[in-house]
């Protein structure tokens, strides 16, 4: 009879990411507005700047309240660091595969453009990527293992972002 084979942690059903995104988000647009305030860096013409700032933070709020809509809908949850119990195909979810994190970077957008500063459009991008390789690939990896065709399938006929 040989030494017991040590037992296993049972595996964590939920993706792992690295940052959570609410708060992410919001410390860039700290920082952006942080940045504002030292040393603005204007755009130009401003009424345009501030339109499109205002209607990008309208379609935000829209797209985020549609999206957390969907997931209650679907019974699954909103939280990332949760386990997923569905897969969200409805509202957004129908143009883009991460209407949250979306409307996130639309968001900051939206809010450099209202400042009219370039800095906080800048960072946008920063968001982006941080929300993509320390969320949404992860939260992919996540997805396909736990429901494997039918998300593969999914993500074969909507787009990451839009």
């Given amino acids: ?20 995104p609410p708060l992410l988000a919001l410390g860039v647009l700290l920082i952006g507005a942080g940045a504002h305030l030292l040393h603005p860096v204007n755009i130009s013409p401003l009424l345009p700047a501030r339109v499109a700032g205002a209607l990008l933070a309208i379609a935000a709020v829209w797209i985020v309240l549609a999206a957390r809509a969907a997931m209650a809908r679907a019974g699954t949850n909103v939280n990332p660091r949760l386990p997923s119990t569905a897969i969200v195909t409805g509202g957004p979810y129908r143009f883009t595969r991460n209407p949250m994190y979306l409307s996130l970077c639309l968001l900051n957008l939206g809010m450099g453009l209202l400042l009219c500063d370039l800095v906080p459009v800048l960072l946008t991008a920063g968001l982006a990527a941080v929300l993509h390789y320390g969320v949404i690939v992860r939260e992919e990896r996540y997805l396909e293992r736990k429901f494997g065709g039918a998300y593969s399938a999914y993500r074969g006929r909507v787009r990451r972002w839009l």
């Fill in 1 to 20: 009879m040989g030494a017991p084979e040590p037992a296993q942690a049972p595996a964590v059903d939920s993706p792992a990411i690295l940052v959570f």
